[in-house]
């Protein structure tokens, strides 16, 4: 399998006059041709900023400020900016979180489309539209020519996100980043979308990022997994591999916060404290203060070692070889 | 959309019927118009004869129903002073104020929307800071002060602009425009700039705060993670949605800066409506000022009429009758 994106050691940061605060450090990741790639964690861990920061859409005072993007192969953190716009929605493309709010609401869907497609190739109005009705048709979407003419406000949330999809796909993109795309919808709607995009990028060999804080979607979806904790990626591995036998102890309390079948009644384990702010992290390991298995050794930060083939984890006293 | 056009139609009747009772009343208490018109020698017989011409020995009440019902057929009577009907002299005189409105809706549109943009894009650039600055100087200053020193200025210091007039005009469907001809333009562009620099601080500081807000929205994002140029963003996708409290407000103030226009156009001897109302009110020449004032609220009525029509057509999420599928 060849790498489709590699990350080496991103650092993003938010420079302000009083202080510099890094947001991202040293973020590791490769996705391959038609691997889904679960990237999770807590609101604030960064997971979000990853994705704007290899599309290059962080707004200011954001900055990417080390580190490499390679899709490819081909560093994009070195792209001048129209360079960058053509790869923009071509290459790599951007599903978002609120389909409420990620489609414009006084544009027509025939008006976004289009944009979209001229974007990057010149095309006449006619061949645009098929091009459109054909990509609304593989998304799901019911009488798409009647659909061209509405604007978002008439459409559900399912529908507009599955629009969203439709514009994201209409390139063939090699990478697609979806930043908590079922979030806002309903537990059937999200599990339709689910379906839609895994069996998209499965037939096309589309690489996918897949941002979420939600475990359950992630052991549906992604064949690997990153987990993020306060800017870094504190364990990365198989889906399956992980979800069973989780090494980083933040990991292991994730899983356990999940509600699970059969055991109604019982308390749940829940993480003690919360993620320290970027501008008031921890000396060393910043999940020390709130890990059971802290020890001094905690005050420096470990590094992301490979503890097999396939996986790693940032920690000095992993869980490997003990029964969960 | 018929349903909604019919009930904003009912209530403006309303709004104007109230207007006409406020007016008619208004304007009686103030003077007696005939002392105005009788001659040093007239007498109280030919005082009464005037009382009896001009229909005010009538009770007022009685004189309110004939202008009613006179209103009804679109009669709302003689001038005293000119002894034609009024509606006819607002009309006469409406195209040099019109003229002069749509001039500067069109300087505050055109000079305040790239610079609100501006100001909205660099909010800390120097020149940012400079144009808001421009529009804080563009509120707070009365409008006489700006247009008595520009006349200052440019026509008697530097003599480059005519400071009264409306200098050449050409003659179009029966009406005089000035902004056909370079002379007449001459004329228009220091009045038009003056009564237009309201409404371009406000054009200014609404596109400006569209900006700030639109540009950080999640379908901006979108759009530019789907490639599209940043100048097919910024004129289709960011405009379209800062148009629409601009259309809104410039909509409401228009009707102010035709029935206001009187300030500009007394400094500049603007032959329009305000000019010829100050001189009404002057002489008290009650038909006229009530005549004139119907006419301003009933323009008001059908602007906000319009600007409801137009901000439907802008944000289809208001459109009437356009149920969600």
Redesign the interface.
């Known amino acids: 399998m060849t790498a489709v994106l590699d990350v080496r050691d991103l650092d993003t940061s938010f420079v302000s006059p009083s202080g510099t605060i890094a947001a991202l450090q040293g973020v590791s990741l490769t996705v391959n041709t038609g691997e889904i790639l679960g990237l999770v964690g807590e609101s604030g861990s960064g997971k979000s900023l990853t994705g704007f920061s290899i599309?290059r859409?962080i707004?200011p005072p954001g900055k990417v400020v080390g580190g490499q993007v390679l899709l490819h192969g081909q560093d994009v953190l070195t792209l001048g900016e129209e360079d960058m716009?053509?790869?923009?929605?071509?290459r790599i493309?951007?599903i978002?979180?609120?389909p409420m709010?990620?489609?414009?609401?006084?544009?027509r869907i025939e008006?976004?489309m289009y944009?979209?497609l001229s974007?990057?190739e010149s095309i006449t109005k006619t061949k645009a539209r098929s091009r459109a009705i054909a990509a609304l048709d593989e998304v799901g979407i019911p009488a798409p020519e009647d659909r061209l003419r509405?604007?978002p406000?008439?459409?559900s949330g399912g529908m507009r996100q599955r629009v969203?999809i439709a514009?994201?796909l209409l390139h063939r993109p090699d990478l697609i980043i979806a930043d908590e795309p079922t979030t806002a919808l309903d537990v059937t709607i999200q599990g339709q979308i689910l379906a839609l995009v895994q069996r998209l990028c499965r037939d096309r060999g589309t690489a996918l990022i897949w941002i979420t804080h939600d475990l359950a979607v992630v052991a549906g979806i992604a064949d690997r997994l990153a987990v993020m904790y306060a800017g870094r990626i504190v364990e990365i591995g198989g889906v399956d591999d992980v979800l069973d036998n989780p090494a980083h102890p933040y990991t292991r309390g994730l899983i356990d916060s999940v509600p699970a079948r059969g055991t109604r009644g019982k308390r749940l384990n829940q993480i003690p404290g919360r993620m320290p702010a970027l501008t008031d992290l921890p000396k060393g390991c910043a999940y020390a203060p709130r890990c059971p298995r802290a020890t001094a050794a905690c005050e420096a930060m470990p590094a992301i070692e490979p503890i097999s083939d396939t996986r790693a984890v940032r920690c000095f006293h992993p869980l490997t070889g003990e029964a969960s | 959309m018929a349903e909604f056009i019919i009930k904003r139609v009912l209530q403006a009747l309303l709004v104007l019927l109230v207007m006409t009772v406020l007016v008619f009343f208004g304007v009686n208490v103030i003077g007696n118009p005939v002392y105005i018109f009788a001659s040093s020698e007239c007498d109280q017989a030919c005082l009464t004869k005037i009382i009896a011409d001009l229909g005010l020995d009538r009770p007022v009440w009685e004189q309110y129903l004939v202008f009613l019902g006179n209103l009804l057929q679109g009669d709302l009577g003689n001038s005293f002073t000119h002894g034609i009907p009024a509606l006819s002299l607002i009309f006469e005189r409406l195209p040099a104020t019109l003229e002069l409105a749509f001039a500067a809706l069109v300087l505050a549109l055109v000079i305040g929307l790239p610079l609100g943009m501006r100001a909205g894009l660099k909010p800390e650039a120097f020149s940012s800071r400079c144009i808001m600055a421009f529009s804080m100087i563009g509120f707070s200053l009365p409008v006489f002060w700006i247009g008595l020193i520009m006349i200052l200025v440019f026509s008697v210091q530097l003599g480059w602009m005519p400071s009264i007039g409306r200098g050449d005009t050409v003659e179009v469907f029966g009406t005089e425009f000035s902004f056909l001809t370079l002379n007449g333009l001459h004329h228009l562009a220091m009045p038009a700039f003056t009564l237009s620099l309201i409404m371009m601080a406000m054009v200014i500081r609404l596109t400006r705060a569209g900006m700030r807000e639109v540009l950080f929205a999640d379908y901006i994002k979108f759009a530019r993670a789907n490639g599209i140029r940043e100048r097919r963003i910024l004129s289709a996708h960011v405009m379209k949605n800062i148009l629409i409290p601009i259309v809104t407000v410039l909509g409401m103030e228009f009707g102010g800066v035709i029935a206001f226009a009187v300030v500009v156009e007394s400094i500049f001897s603007w032959p329009g409506v305000g000019k010829m109302l100050i001189d009404a009110i002057g002489v008290l020449d009650r038909p006229l000022i009530v005549a004139y004032l119907i006419f301003v609220v009933f323009m008001f009525v059908i602007l906000n009429l319009l600007v409801d029509i137009l901000y439907s057509i802008l944000d289809p999420r208001v459109r009437l009758g356009d149920s969600p599928t």
């Open positions: 599309n859409l707004s716009r053509q790869l923009r929605g071509r493309a951007m978002f979180q609120d709010m990620t489609l414009n609401p006084v544009l008006t976004q944009d979209a974007a990057h509405s604007y406000h008439q459409l969203a514009i994201a």
